[in-house]
């Protein structure tokens, strides 16, 4: 078979092969020194969910029951990896000052009065959602997230307008 037809053909496998990679990735890059922010935690649940989904189903790909929910497998898995470019396209918009982050994430402090200065330096975190600690060819992580999410995305929504008996 064509590598370049593999993920169209297998596209459960192709996320099944992308996704635990991209997820060890980030933890090997934190491992390095480069501690997450917030958004970037955030932004690994729909990976951690995707391995869950995908274990269930890859090894039961070709029975007569995977087969007959294809399609709604296909679906949870397309709604999973939107929302992980959904959280991507957010966390790029903090990064580029496009909008504010979560409070406590973006490293503002509420300065009106001293009691609320205090309780917002409690509730800081460290690590800032506003700057990107990583970056790969120009890009930081948090866009690697929404490009590598909505690719896979279009993939599985491909996949869902085709009839195949396949599964996987």
Request: charged share 10%; proline share 6%; hydrophobic share 50%.
């Amino acid at each position: 078979m064509n590598i370049l037809r593999y993920p169209f053909a297998h596209p459960l496998r192709t996320v099944g092969l992308v996704v635990p990679a991209t997820i060890l990735g980030a933890l090997a890059i934190e491992k390095a020194g480069y501690p997450p922010c917030t958004l970037c935690l955030y932004q690994r649940v729909p990976y951690y969910v995707l391995c869950a989904l995908l274990l269930t189903i890859l090894p039961l790909a070709d029975s007569p029951s995977a087969r007959r929910l294809r399609r709604p497998f296909l679906l949870l898995v397309l709604a999973v990896l939107l929302v992980s470019a959904a959280l991507g396209v957010f966390h790029a918009g903090v990064e580029f000052a496009l909008w504010e982050g979560p409070h406590g994430c973006s490293g503002a402090l509420d300065s009106t009065n001293i009691d609320n200065l205090l309780a917002s330096l409690k509730e800081t975190k460290v690590v800032s959602c506003t700057k990107a600690s990583f970056w790969v060819f120009g890009l930081s992580l948090s866009v690697w997230n929404a490009i590598i999410s909505t690719g896979l995305a279009a993939l599985v929504g491909t996949a869902v307008l085709k009839k195949q008996d396949s599964v996987a």
